[in-house]
């Protein structure tokens, strides 16, 4: 997507010495940076860089310390900003989960809060009349009554934009910040997003584009803004930029070789695998079976609809199944209970961490220790000392940042240090058989991808089956011992030795 256009000096989003402190904590120094109308800036940076605060502050959600100014096509905007202001000022946000309401149609997504009125009743054809010319702005024919949850992904995201859109009451936004808006989607469905961006980049729209995926910056920016450590570290053209390598070297402040670790290779063949799934049906998946041995790390994939992301929720027992039976070490679970298949040793890490995984406004400690508070229960009595010990040796092994404190609440973690906190639970957990993670790194840094990933292989290296649900392809060409395909819910395909391109081909040929 390339359509830089030739940008006056007066135009565009001006930000100049901003600087943000919490505590004795300061998140952004001095940070200066430009978004043009019409252009689509990748904005970078490892979780905890300090996106989230310079997007907030631009919300009108956070201050920022003295001396910052902001200018708009050439005028003073006065800070701090309120979300009044922000909005008033063209400024729109759609955030990674989107915030759309499944039951509702398209058009009351749009509308919500705001519906349009004529002679005090609602003017429904007027409001239907506004969202297809809103979506046709962006690329996209859709009937406004449709159900948001009979949407495809891609078609989700581009509604929470016509909404962003919208929420301001007159046209295209001066600014439309997307946050992740691809951590769902395949890749088709990206292609997809990608064309409703252009189509607001062609109204005048200066679009900030947070992604984690180097590939979309190189090919879906027109510009690179990367963040570490709260500073601006590279503002350039990204016809400018080599490669991908190139942009995780100035992300991390250093060289990384590839964003995945080196795994050896520890299966343990055992006369019985550490888990079967035999003939398991239900919720769209047919008769599925598989085994993985101690020690393996299997990877499922296939493409949006075929079945692998409802299969972790099934051999866990929280969708009920309604065939098929799930052993471990020989013993079957109850396919309907979740508490059974746990205490057969069958974690899981679902995809919705904020919703199904971690307890956000519970502190580090809490979640880590949720999984086997066993260990540290004396008499009734926790042990508070061996347990504070336990906390801060996983925070150090998984990197968790900031640092030091366990007692902090997981809410305030950035995406990828919560994700390394819940998976370090079942990585403290005695007694674990096998490992059912589902999309892991999703909206995850290539620095956190990288020590997730090494701490899951050092899981596989002692003993441990793993399963991976994704649809990152190239993450399980480097991982897995073997990658299966499904398709229409069925088992279609089981690789060995495959690259990313090979998985992805199998997704859509099998059959």
């Known amino acids: 997507m390339k359509h830089r256009q030739s940008i006056a000096p007066h135009e565009g989003i001006v930000l100049s010495g901003v600087s943000k402190t919490f505590g004795l904590t300061k998140v952004l120094h001095d940070v200066s940076m430009t978004f043009a109308p019409g252009t689509v800036t990748g904005v970078l940076g490892e979780n905890g860089a300090g996106k989230s605060t310079l997007f907030k502050i631009l919300a009108g959600i956070y201050e920022p310390d003295g001396g910052a100014a902001l200018r708009v096509n050439g005028r003073e905007a006065s800070l701090p900003l309120t979300p009044t202001t922000s909005a008033e000022l063209g400024f729109a946000f759609?955030?990674?989960?989107?915030?759309?309401?499944?039951?509702?149609?398209?058009?009351?997504?749009?509308?919500?809060?705001?519906?349009?009125?004529?002679?005090?009743?609602?003017?429904?054809?007027?409001?239907?009349?506004?969202?297809?010319?809103?979506?046709?702005?962006?690329?996209?024919?859709?009937?406004?009554?449709?159900?948001?949850?009979?949407?495809?992904?891609?078609?989700?995201?581009?509604?929470?934009?016509?909404?962003?859109?919208?929420?301001?009451?007159?046209?295209?936004?001066?600014?439309?910040?997307?946050?992740?808006?691809?951590?769902?989607?395949?890749?088709?469905?990206?292609?997809?997003?990608?064309?409703?961006?252009?189509?607001?980049?062609?109204?005048?729209?200066?679009?900030?584009?947070?992604?984690?995926?180097?590939?979309?910056?190189?090919?879906?920016?027109?510009?690179?803004?990367?963040?570490?450590?709260?500073?601006?570290?590279?503002?350039?053209?990204?016809?400018?930029?080599?490669?991908?390598?190139?942009?995780?070297?100035?992300?991390?402040?250093?060289?990384?070789?590839?964003?995945?670790?080196?795994?050896?290779?520890?299966?343990?063949?055992?006369?019985?695998?550490?888990?079967?799934?035999?003939?398991?049906?239900g919720s769209g998946v047919r008769e599925l079976s598989l085994e993985i041995c101690p020690g393996e790390v299997v990877g499922l994939t296939g493409l949006a609809g075929a079945g692998h992301d409802e299969v972790p929720d099934l051999i866990l027992g929280s969708i009920k199944a309604d065939s098929g039976t799930v052993q471990v070490d020989g013993k079957t679970a109850r396919t309907s209970s979740p508490g059974a298949a746990t205490a057969l040793g069958i974690a899981m890490l679902p995809a919705d961490r904020k919703r199904r995984s971690g307890i956000m406004s519970a502190s580090i400690a809490e979640n880590l220790t949720l999984a086997s508070l066993g260990r540290f229960t004396r008499r009734g009595f926790i042990d508070q000392k061996r347990e504070h010990k336990s906390v801060v040796k996983a925070m150090e092994l998984f990197d968790v940042r900031p640092a030091g404190d366990p007692n902090m609440a997981l809410a305030t973690l950035s995406g990828g240090n919560q994700q390394k906190v819940l998976i370090a639970k079942w990585a403290a957990k005695e007694g674990i058989r096998c490992l059912i993670l589902h999309e892991p790194t999703q909206g995850v840094d290539v620095g956190a991808k990288r020590t997730i990933l090494e701490q899951v292989g050092l899981m596989a290296a002692q003993g441990v089956a793993v399963l991976i649900v994704s649809s990152e392809h190239e993450e399980l060409s480097h991982l897995c011992d073997r990658v299966l395909i499904m398709r229409g819910g069925h088992l279609r395909r089981e690789l060995t030795g495959a690259g990313a391109k090979q998985i992805t081909e199998q997704c859509y040929v099998a059959v």
């Not at 989607?185 to 200066?206: C, I, Q």
């Not at 942009?247 to 990384?256: E, N, S, V």
Request: glycine share 6%.
């Open 94 to 281: 759609v955030h990674q989960d989107l915030g759309l309401a499944g039951s509702l149609s398209i058009m009351e997504n749009v509308f919500v809060g705001a519906m349009m009125r004529k002679y005090g009743l609602i003017d429904w054809k007027g409001q239907a009349a506004k969202v297809r010319e809103l979506l046709a702005g962006l690329g996209v024919d859709l009937d406004p009554a449709t159900p948001v949850q009979d949407l495809t992904q891609a078609e989700k995201a581009v509604v929470a934009i016509a909404r962003a859109v919208y929420a301001r009451g007159r046209g295209f936004s001066t600014l439309l910040v997307l946050d992740e808006p691809t951590a769902n989607l395949t890749g088709v469905e990206r292609d997809r997003l990608f064309e409703a961006m252009r189509s607001a980049a062609a109204n005048g729209t200066a679009i900030a584009f947070c992604t984690h995926r180097l590939d979309e910056v190189m090919t879906a920016t027109d510009s690179v803004l990367i963040l570490r450590d709260g500073h601006v570290v590279m503002d350039a053209p990204t016809k400018t930029i080599k490669d991908e390598k190139e942009l995780a070297r100035h992300i991390l402040g250093r060289d990384l070789e590839s964003h995945f670790p080196v795994r050896a290779s520890h299966i343990v063949r055992e006369v019985k695998p550490a888990i079967s799934v035999n003939n398991l049906s």
